[in-house]
Structures are given as structure tokens and as C-alpha cells.
């Protein structure tokens, strides 16, 4: 068995990427019989009505077949819905990490650089090392904003292919503002990537820059809206770039079962539009809850959750206190620097926000 291992192990250091092995997969804690308030998820389910007629248009669905290729249905469920200008065009993926990862692929090469704000979500980072990119992290200052001269220089002298700028940001919840991503689309070489992720939960919409810039690609996501079961991110641009990057996407890629999924939702979008104007309704009585605790920095948000700063050393205390009791949130004590002693927090239902504020209370007093 000893010889085995040995080469077993000799053969992941010959063909495995040094840069592979020295990262881990990303975790995802086992959440069974938690209040989940981890992973900006939507609390509420559909109506018994709207899930009885889904249940009936499942049932119907012939599994032995490959999915249509190209979702027909959902993207014009998706034209219905959300403003697009003409001559934008729109991809799917599997969720919003495929599509980075399309991105990626579509303008590596030698030297090719992947640029981002620090803190931000980490699938830029990672996906930079998956397809053997340099990634560039600008550091935000220590109220999460982007210091646009450091920003711009940093462009200057890195030149990247591609820049991603989540807005609102994950996972502090900020915006960027219209000036600072005007001056960096302007000033960037290659691509710059609008993450709307949690647009819906804030009234900032970049969907019309298209129009204006022929660097922008606007990337969003159901994941956040009540749909993250499905894996379904949408990725818009001008269709010569949308060309490329599609020559990309695996066959198949959006099985039939999500693809009749997102096209039903789609036809009842208003009710997860309500559920999000809910969600953010939510967000300004659990900020207000949570900026009554005196040890507690609470952070503006835009998206469906809070970033809060525990007083020095007690984040991974407190996660663990409230992971006891049963309810998760997200530790990001030592993920990063800017983030020592922080948590994030999922705006829930009332009730979810209540048990969370309870336990609080038991576990800061």
C-alpha cells in the first residue's frame, strides 16, 4: 500500500500544475438543519400555486433527451424582463463562476492579467489560477471604497486583459460609483466586467452603458433572486464579444430541467421581484438591529447582506456561537486582511432576523 501511495503521489506531482496543488477546493459547510445565512440566498419559497404549476411542468419533461443548446425559452423570458439595449446579446452559463471562467479563457494568453478591487468576490482570484493568469488585487481603503488613483495607476502599469468590478461588492455590500467605473472603463486596455450579481437589491443598473462602452460586459445571476438551485448566470454584451467568449461554453451547458425552470419563473417574475423588495425592506430593520449591538461595526449594504466588524478577536467566537445554536453565517476572519474580525450576514425573513438578533443578544451581553 506504501508503494502505492508513493506512486500515486509521484504521478499528481508530475501531471498536476504546481499552482493547482497548492490551492484548495472551495468549501461549503454542511448546512442541514441550519438557519442558513451564509450564501446570500433567498429565504422564501413560491406561492403552493405557482409550485404545483411547475411541479406539473416538470412532470413532463423527457430527461433522455440532451437540453436545446442555445435556451431559447429563457432568453426570451430574459428580453421580457430586463432592459436590453439593442445589439446587445446575451450567453448563459452555469452560474456566474462559468462564465468568469469563460471570460478568462477567452482573452489568456502570455502575460495576460486578471485585475480586481481586495476584498471582492474570490472566483476572480481563483478562476485567475485555474487558467494559469497573473491576478492583480488593488487594495480598497478601510472604508471599503476604491482609491481611484491607486486604481488607475495600477491599470497603467499592469495593463490587464480583463478588470472584474462586482456592484454591489462581495462581500462588503458597497457601490463603486458612476465616476470611478466611468474612469476606469476609460482607462482600461481590455475588459471590464460589471458583476450585478445583487442588482436587484439596489438601484444601481449598468445595463445602458453597453451602449457607450465597447470594453463592457455586464454579468448577472437568478442565484440571488430565488433561483440559486439552478446554476444560472447571464452574461450580456456587444454580440462580437459575446461570439468569442461563446465559442467557449461546453455543449449542453443548461440542463432541461433548469432551462423550464428559469423560462416559468420568468413568466412570474413579479413575485421574486416581491420577494426582493421584501429582502431589502429586511435589510434596513436588521442594519438597524444590528448597529444597537455597541460592539457590532455595521457596514452600508446594497445587496442582501451586511458585513459587520466584531470587536478585536471575537468573529470566529461569535460564528461559532451562533453555529452551536443553529444558525450559519459566513466567517471571514483571516480570508483576507481588510476583513479581520468581520462576518457577513444574509438578510432574511423576519423571523430568520429575529432568531439571529435573539441569539446575538445571548451571545454579546
Not at 509521484?10 to 477546493?25: F, L, N, P, T, Y
Not at 416559468?264 to 416581491?274: C, G, K, M, R, S
Amino acid at each position: 500500500m506504501t508503494d502505492f501511495r508513493d506512486k500515486l503521489d509521484e504521478q499528481i506531482v508530475r501531471w498536476v500544475k504546481s499552482d493547482i496543488r497548492k490551492i484548495g477546493a472551495y468549501h461549503v459547510p454542511d448546512s442541514d438543519g441550519m438557519i442558513k445565512l451564509d450564501a446570500m440566498e433567498n429565504p422564501f419559497v413560491w406561492p403552493e400555486k405557482m409550485q404545483q404549476e411547475w411541479a406539473a411542468l416538470i412532470s413532463a419533461a423527457h430527461v433522455n433527451r440532451y437540453p436545446h443548446p442555445d435556451a431559447p425559452e429563457v432568453k426570451a423570458g430574459i428580453q421580457n424582463v430586463f432592459d436590453i439595449p439593442e445589439g446587445v446579446d446575451l450567453m448563459l452559463g452555469n452560474g456566474s463562476d462559468e462564465l468568469i471562467q469563460l471570460i478568462a479563457m477567452a482573452v489568456n494568453g502570455d502575460g495576460r492579467k486578471i485585475l480586481a478591487p481586495e476584498p471582492s468576490f474570490v472566483m476572480y482570484k481563483m478562476v485567475a489560477q485555474f487558467v494559469g493568469m497573473d491576478y492583480v488585487g488593488v487594495p480598497l481603503n478601510d472604508q471599503f471604497e476604491i482609491n481611484l488613483e491607486v486604481m488607475l495607476r495600477t491599470i497603467e502599469v499592469e495593463k490587464p486583459a480583463v478588470i472584474f468590478l462586482a456592484q454591489p461588492n462581495n462581500p462588503t455590500g458597497n457601490l463603486w460609483g458612476n465616476e470611478k467605473l466611468r474612469r476606469i472603463l476609460e482607462a482600461a486596455p481590455g475588459l471590464v466586467v460589471i458583476d450585478e450579481a445583487y442588482t436587484a437589491f439596489t438601484e444601481a443598473d449598468y445595463m445602458s452603458w453597453l451602449e457607450d462602452f465597447p470594453n463592457l460586459l455586464i454579468m448577472r445571476t437568478f442565484s440571488k433572486v430565488g433561483l440559486a438551485g439552478l446554476r444560472l448566470g447571464m452574461l450580456f454584451g456587444h454580440e462580437a464579444w459575446i461570439e468569442q467568449i461563446n465559442k467557449l461554453r461546453l455543449p449542453y451547458n443548461i440542463n432541461s430541467l433548469t432551462q423550464m425552470t428559469a423560462a416559468f419563473a420568468l413568466q412570474h417574475y413579479d413575485v421574486l421581484t416581491n420577494q426582493t423588495a421584501e429582502i431589502v425592506r429586511q435589510r434596513k430593520q436588521l442594519s438597524a438591529s444590528l448597529s444597537a449591538f455597541g460592539s457590532l461595526q455595521v457596514f452600508p449594504s446594497e445587496a442582501n447582506f451586511i458585513l459587520v466588524r466584531t470587536a478585536p478577536g471575537q468573529a470566529k467566537s461569535i460564528h461559532e456561537g451562533l453555529k452551536n445554536i443553529g444558525i450559519l453565517v459566513k466567517s471571514l476572519d483571516g480570508s483576507h486582511p481588510a476583513l479581520n474580525d468581520c462576518l457577513r450576514i444574509n438578510v432574511s425573513s423576519s423571523e430568520e432576523n429575529q432568531l439571529l438578533v435573539n441569539a446575538l443578544t445571548s451571545l454579546l451581553n
